[in-house]
């Protein structure tokens, strides 16, 4: 007995190969993280700097209070989800062993709608995020490590 396929069959099972699995959730909150709070090498570091960035990631509307974004290499963000890079902190939570050059952008007050006007602090700092199924998926605070 010989099976004849129809062209719309074979259609059909040639798009299911091609087609892109779609990104767990996790993923989603990862390049979320990552939109809000990755900058691999900026550029100035000032007011203006956060002027740009706020605005080009989408944080103007309304204006966001306080935002930092991280400086480096995605792959030590990564690794404090890790014990590589990173140990438990109060709860879920966990803090990075190395420090990171990290910019803080805060709103200089007035209205809450644009344009933003931002003050930018740029400083080396450990951080603190929350990690799911191995991925940075919530930025929580940094703080100044005690220079010995």
Do not use: W
């Not at 990862?30 to 706020?54: S, V, W």
């Not at 209070?65 to 995605?74: A, E, L, P, V």
């Not at 404090?80 to 910019?103: M, V």
Request: aromatic share 10%; glycine share 8%.
């Amino acid at each position: 007995m010989v099976m004849v396929l129809s062209p719309l069959f074979l259609v059909f099972i040639l798009g299911l190969g091609l087609t892109p699995v779609a990104p767990a959730q996790d993923d989603y909150r990862y390049i979320h993280f990552l939109t809000q709070h990755y900058d691999a090498k900026p550029k100035g570091r000032n007011d203006e700097y956060c002027f740009n960035m706020m605005k080009n990631r989408r944080l103007t509307r309304p204006c966001k209070d306080r935002n930092t974004f991280i400086h480096g290499n995605k792959n030590d963000i990564k690794a404090i989800c890790e014990d590589r890079n990173g140990q438990p902190y109060r709860g879920d939570l966990r803090i990075s062993k190395s420090e990171f050059q990290i910019t803080i952008c805060k709103h200089k007050g007035g209205s809450s709608r644009p344009p933003c006007r931002y003050g930018a602090t740029e400083d080396s700092r450990v951080i603190v995020v929350g990690c799911e199924n191995g991925l940075p998926v919530h930025f929580d605070e940094s703080f100044i490590t005690p220079r010995h």
